[in-house]
């Protein structure tokens, strides 16, 4: 089956510093890769998504890159803000099947 | 998108009891799931609910412990039964329409004394 590895598992960087958390998995046939956002005592969030046929995908300060060939996807977080502090998810699946496989999680501090 | 309440969203329940967690999509949706949260881990898949017929189990997870119904495409019901305190954790509902899409519930904390 498909196995999903995330790091780091903690990542503390200064307010308006970039975050990048990096995502790599095992199945070539996975074509859809999300990212969700957990603040605490909340369920996760859907943040951005990429699907196989692109590379990159921005939605203002965060951005996700695939790179198939090597099977690792990332997501960037620029100018960072305090309440970008959470719990982030990476997430594989294939075409077909809506079951994803979760990375392990990277808590994400941002301090002030 | 889809937006998923759960009810009750926290309780502390003794243990040998069983409690039922409730999952409300505002729309229709393919695909419902439930899943385990320790705290501080990820997510761990317990089941797919099918509408209309049993749910899928992971390995792990049985139907007389977790027992599961989903009786139409916006609606789900968890049971955790005879529960002990290592039942202890965050149960989330999610759905997901014709993408791969999926969408959380805010969750619920279950605490078993």
């Known amino acids: 089956g498909e196995n999903v590895e995330q790091h780091p598992s903690t990542l503390s960087v200064q307010e308006g510093d970039s975050a990048v958390i990096k995502c790599t998995y095992s199945d070539s046939a996975s074509n859809y890769f999300p990212w969700y956002k957990q603040e605490l005592g909340k369920g996760p969030q859907l943040i951005i998504d990429i699907r196989s046929n692109v590379g990159e995908k921005k939605d203002q300060r965060i951005a996700v890159t695939l790179n198939k060939t090597a099977k690792h996807f990332s997501l960037h977080i620029t100018e960072t803000q305090p309440e970008d502090s959470a719990v982030y998810f990476c997430a594989a699946s294939k075409g077909g099947s809506y079951i994803p496989t979760f990375g392990r999680g990277t808590s994400l501090i941002v301090h002030p | 998108?889809?937006?998923?309440?759960?009810?009750?969203?926290?309780?502390?329940?003794?243990?040998?009891?069983?409690?039922?967690?409730?999952?409300?999509?505002?729309?229709?949706?393919?695909?419902?799931?439930?899943?385990?949260?320790?705290?501080?881990?990820?997510?761990?898949?317990?089941?797919?609910?099918?509408?209309?017929?049993?749910?899928?189990?992971?390995?792990?997870?049985?139907?007389?412990?977790?027992?599961?119904?989903?009786?139409?495409?916006?609606?789900?019901?968890?049971?955790?039964?005879?529960?002990?305190?290592?039942d202890s954790s965050i149960y989330l509902c999610s759905g997901g329409a014709e993408t791969e899409t999926q969408y959380f519930g805010p969750g619920t904390r279950l605490l078993v004394l």
Do not use: H
């Open chain 2, 1 to 86: 998108s889809a937006v998923i309440s759960q009810k009750p969203s926290r309780d502390i329940c003794q243990r040998g009891t069983s409690l039922t967690i409730q999952c409300q999509v505002d729309s229709q949706v393919t695909m419902m799931f439930w899943y385990r949260q320790q705290p501080g881990q990820s997510l761990t898949l317990i089941a797919t609910a099918n509408q209309g017929s049993e749910a899928t189990y992971e390995s792990g997870f049985v139907i007389d412990k977790f027992p599961i119904s989903r009786p139409n495409l916006t609606f789900s019901t968890l049971t955790v039964s005879n529960m002990s305190p290592e």
